[in-house]
T-cell receptor, first 112, second 112 residues
Framework: EPEVTQTPSHQVTQMGQEVILRCVPI?????FYWYRQILGQKVEFLVS????????KSEIFDDQFSVERPDGSNFTLKIRSTKLEDSAMYFC??????????FGEGSRLTVL | SQQGEEDPQALSIQEGENATMNCSYK?????LQWYRQNSGRGLVHLIL?????REKHSGRLRVTLDTSKKSSSLLITASRAADTASYFC????????????FGKGNQVVVIP
């Protein structure tokens, strides 16, 4: 069964460092997303991406965040200068046209 | 029940019993989706119900939607130990960009 894969599963970084989280969406999907879940809190929308551009972003997704689809398979989330409050589980998701999202297992980011 | 400002609910039941959980929301929606999350894992899509539907079934799952009350319920019949997880509702807003708004979740424990 096709699945969304994310790497790394866990990353520990120092405050101020750049982090890149990687995702391989399901191959025939056209819509890509990043969500995050701070420990014990709700899953929050960050950004959606379609046709090689951001289609929507939340207030969380400020100038420190960027997304890219560098080739036909990868979808990345970059945090330029990490803050303590960026510590969270980051989920990549993709969808076709049916509306349901397929999520990866997540990348846990710990900022020290 | 789940809602933006309510605390998550916890439900503990015996194997074989039914589990019911509720979700309320505030805005107009295109559809409402339910997801399951096992501890530390990704979100798994369970079922999607559109705004013009009132009830939907999928295996042991039954979802209802009342748009006049802005609420939904998820029923898991004949629960199994493997159903132990957190269950989240997520609303897709009326303009349908798949910017899902998640509830805080219902933690269900099924005792064998």
């Amino acid at each position: 069964e096709p699945e969304v894969t994310q790497t790394p599963s866990h990353q520990v970084t120092q405050m101020g460092q750049e982090v890149i989280l990687r995702c391989v969406p399901i191959s025939n999907h056209l819509y890509f997303y990043w969500y995050r879940q701070i420990l014990g809190q709700k899953v929050e929308f960050l950004v959606s991406f379609y046709n090689n551009e951001i289609s929507e972003k939340s207030e969380i997704f400020d100038d420190q965040f960027s997304v890219e689809r560098p080739d036909g398979s990868n979808f990345t989330l970059k945090i330029r200068s990490t803050k303590l409050e960026d510590s969270a589980m980051y989920f990549c998701a993709s969808s076709g046209t049916a509306g349901e999202l397929f999520f990866g297992e997540g990348s846990r980011l710990t900022v020290l | 029940s789940q809602q933006g400002e309510e605390d998550p609910q916890a439900l503990s039941i015996q194997e074989g019993e039914n589990a019911t959980m509720n979700c309320s929301y505030k805005t107009s929606i295109n559809n409402l989706q339910w997801y399951r999350q096992n501890s530390g894992r990704g979100l798994v899509h369970l079922i999607l119900i559109r705004s013009n539907e009132r009830e939907k079934h999928s295996g042991r799952l039954r979802v209802t939607l009342d748009t006049s009350k802005k609420s939904s319920s998820l029923l898991i019949t004949a629960s199994r130990a493997a159903d132990t997880a957190s269950y989240f509702c997520a609303t897709d807003p009326f303009y349908g960009n798949n910017r899902l708004a998640f509830g805080k979740g219902n933690q269900v424990v099924v005792i064998p």
